[in-house]
């Protein structure tokens, strides 16, 4: 039976690591759900902080040097991974290819300069996020089971208060029915050209130009269309790239780049020039798909859409 990190005395316990002054924004949404930090340290003390920590792990790498991005991240990742800690990365967009080049164990949430809904969202999943732990021997104490619940009951409507003066969450990608789909694309005959997909794009965005931002977004096909035309092409895309492709806030195309990855529809690939950066590409099977797909609208005389 997993156990949860439910709010003590002091609230549900956070670990924090930051640049020199940073974290306020992290520090007020902990606040705001209830929580506490109980340890705040250096992004290259991070890792180590993770020894004997039972809770969730908060670090802000944004006005950090790249170095230091790099070996803070890739050092907390397998420390929060190997401890088994929920892991919440806060970064800028001009950092997301070092950051998503430098994970490797763990699987943390991805925030990219965040709004105050964002933290609370990310802080709300990782501090109610099931843990590993328990009783001695995986043995539960049933005595302790009501008061574990209750304090869960409470955590919750608190957190609901929260969120309802913040808005309605717009952006969270729903579930895949099937985490691994498979694709049945039938003869791919038909061909296109790279420009014939940028052309495609191009009409989307032209609907946020005259109708209004917000009322078509749909980050996931916007990142296969860009991925679909760069493999045509031959070129390679980063992470960073194809975020402002998919044309949503950027924490939210971080949160569909692991959703489609996870998939099976997207592979992630550090470049070999420098193991700083990572690009990502259509898979072998979604690159079928997509050129299934083609094949199946130009025989029916639909278009590309």
């Known amino acids: 039976m997993p156990s949860y990190i439910a709010p003590g005395e002091g609230g549900a316990p956070f670990l924090l690591a930051t640049v020199p002054g940073g974290g306020a924004e992290a520090e007020a949404a902990i606040r705001l759900i209830g929580g506490t930090v109980v ?5 290259a003390d991070a890792a180590d902080a993770c020894a004997g920590f039972a ?6 790498v944004r006005d950090a040097d790249e170095g230091t991005v790099h070996a803070a991240t890739a050092a907390l990742d397998a420390a929060a991974a190997a401890h088994d800690l929920p892991l919440i990365v806060a970064m800028s967009l001009s950092q997301v290819d ?16 965040p709004d105050q809904a964002e933290w609370v969202r990310a802080l709300v999943t990782a501090g109610l996020s ?14 302790d089971e009501a008061e574990r619940l209750a304090r869960l009951q409470a955590e ?8 309802s003066r913040l808005g309605t969450d717009r952006d ?23 420009p014939e997909v940028r052309d495609v794009i191009k009409a989307r965005r032209l609907r946020d130009r005259f109708l209004g931002e917000g009322l078509f977004e749909d980050p996931a096909w916007d990142m296969l269309l860009d991925l679909f035309a760069a493999e045509l092409e031959g070129a390679r895309v980063s992470v960073s790239s194809l975020c402002i492709a998919a044309a949503v806030a950027p924490t939210t195309a971080l949160r569909w780049i692991g959703r489609l990855t996870d998939t099976g529809l997207l592979e992630r690939a550090p470049d070999p020039q420098d193991r700083r950066r990572a690009f990502v590409a ?3 099977i979604a690159g ?5 797909y083609v094949a199946a609208t130009k025989a029916a005389g639909l278009p590309l859409v």
């Open 156 to 163: 919750v409507a608190r957190i609901a208060d929260a969120l």
């Open 130 to 143: 099931p843990r590993s732990g328990g009783s001695p021997g995986g043995v539960r104490d049933p005595g």
């Open 172 to 194: 969270a990608p729903r579930a895949a029915s099937d985490a691994r789909p498979r694709f049945d694309a039938g003869p791919v005959a038909a061909s296109i050209t790279a």
């Open 55 to 60: 809770g969730a792990v908060v670090i802000d």
């Open 288 to 292: 079928t798909a997509m050129r299934g």
């Open 39 to 43: 340890h705040r340290v250096a992004l």
């Open 98 to 113: 070092v950051v998503v080049a430098a994970l490797r164990d763990g699987d943390p949430q991805l925030l990219c300069d």
């Open 282 to 284: 259509l898979s072998p």
